[in-house]
């Protein structure tokens, strides 16, 4: 198969194919596109509302894992045959359409790593290594997942330095007031969520990044809930370090993006050591190749990057606006159900808040709510989700979250709040 073949071979989205579906929305047609929404569960229609843990994969995705292992397989960057150089120019680009999906500059400052979490460890164990010393301040927000304050903890630990936290109020709001406050010279890096998973709640992500550059520290933002909602340009945003996974994106669970600005990545040292990273070895000494490879050490994840691409391109063809304003719809539309159910408070129940839908009811345990609710066939999450910290702000074990997608629908706002209903009346 010649690379024109290959990529002839690759599959595009049946929405991209269609002229007249651009710019209007038809979920009907958007559930045809994920085959598992067919899948029933426990004799009931798959509801599926765990959007915000991963999202469920489009054929355009799957077909495209399977057109590259059926018809390209190769390592990548050092062959010369001809299946190595498809695949690399299959796997770099991607790399190009994550630059464009979220606006860097330069494919050169795009690395592939595993996932959000990967991203942020690179960060912290690379760049916060050589920059964190003694007496120095991190700061993070209470709103954390834990992939965001661990890493740091390590790295605070190392060094001697302090872990400031800005705190939320009772709504779940980011307090910018109080992270004016602890912001001083001291701050070497602010590393924030930009959507929270537990709550949905949106931070003031600009006024954070101007307020952190103001004193001369560098800006993370945690992208793995926005990237998917939000038109994200990290060149107008001008954070030092975006952090995603494709996972969340419609994409292959195994895919991290981790966006650096080149002028920071070019001073940082390597994250892991082995093949690919480097220029040239001798048992004397070692030289590292430039960015991006200089942190994609080893043979990395191919068929799901290459994959990648078929999910970037599938929300691209759509649109984030369109997708979101449908998101925005079901989330009114559930929320005010949910709402009326007694004993029932939504957190982060402010405006702006994106896909998520995060509740307690008095007396009853979440993990009962969820376990109820699988029997009719609805996921949701129930727990801490991996921020322990924002629960305990709020003196709570966990909460029930469902989350939403571009393919739910209205019908399933109703069925998931109806079947709620009936679960809060056996549980009271
Ligand atoms: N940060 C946030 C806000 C998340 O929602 C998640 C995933 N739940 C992570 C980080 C970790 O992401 P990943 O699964 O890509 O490692």
């Excluded at 599926?48 to 469920?56: K, S, V």
């Excluded at 045959?81 to 860097?104: K, N, V």
């Excluded at 370090?241 to 390597?270: D, E, N, Q, R, W």
């Amino acid at each position: 198969m010649s690379t024109d073949s290959y990529h002839s071979a690759l599959p595009t989205t049946s929405i991209m194919a269609s002229e007249e579906n651009h710019n209007t929305f038809d979920v009907r047609r958007i559930r045809a596109d994920f085959p598992i929404l067919q899948r029933t569960v426990k004799g009931k229609p798959l509801v599926y509302l765990d959007n915000a843990a991963t999202t469920q994969k489009p054929t355009a995705v799957i077909d495209a894992l399977t057109a590259y292992y059926t018809g390209c397989n190769a390592n990548i960057h050092r062959g010369i045959h001809t299946l190595a150089d498809e695949a690399t120019a299959a796997f770099e680009a991607t790399r190009e359409a994550a630059r464009r999906f979220i606006g860097a500059a330069s494919t050169e400052e795009i690395i592939f790593t595993r996932g959000t979490t990967e991203s942020i460890n690179l960060v912290a164990a690379s760049w916060g290594r050589e920059h964190i010393r003694e007496g120095d301040e991190i700061i993070l927000s209470t709103l954390e997942h834990h992939s965001n304050i661990v890493p740091w903890q390590m790295v605070a630990e190392e060094r001697g330095a302090r872990i400031r936290v800005v705190p939320v109020d009772e709504d779940g709001a980011f307090q910018y007031e109080a992270f004016l406050k602890l912001l001083s010279t001291r701050t070497r890096i602010v590393s924030i969520v930009h959507v929270s998973n537990a709550l949905g709640v949106v931070q003031p992500i600009e006024d954070i990044i101007r307020a952190a550059h103001g004193v001369g520290a560098l800006v993370l933002v945690d992208g793995a809930q926005s990237a998917v909602h939000l038109d994200i340009d990290v060149q107008r945003l001008d954070c030092d370090f975006f952090a995603c996974a494709a996972h969340k994106i419609y994409g292959p669970t195994g895919v991290g993006i981790l966006y650096a600005k080149h002028s920071i990545l070019s001073t940082m040292a390597p994250y892991q050591g082995g093949g690919e990273m480097i220029r040239e070895v001798r048992f004397t000494g070692t030289t590292y190749n430039d960015p991006p490879f200089r942190f994609e050490a080893g043979t990395p994840n191919i068929a799901d990057v290459v994959a990648f691409r078929a999910a970037i391109e599938y929300v691209e063809a759509i649109g984030k606006p369109v997708i979101r304003a449908h998101e925005e719809a079901l989330l009114a539309q559930v929320s005010e159900r949910v709402l009326k159910i007694p004993g029932v408070r939504i957190l982060g129940d402010i405006p702006g808040r994106i896909g998520v839908l995060s509740f307690t009811v008095d007396g009853v345990h979440p993990q009962d709510i969820g376990i109820l609710l699988d029997n009719q066939g609805v996921a949701v999450r129930t727990g801490h989700h991996c921020t322990q910290p924002l629960m305990h702000r709020f003196g709570i074990a966990g909460t029930t979250r469902a989350s939403l997608a571009l393919y739910n629908t209205s019908e399933e706002m109703d069925f998931f709040a109806t079947s709620l209903e009936k679960v809060v009346r056996m549980l009271s």
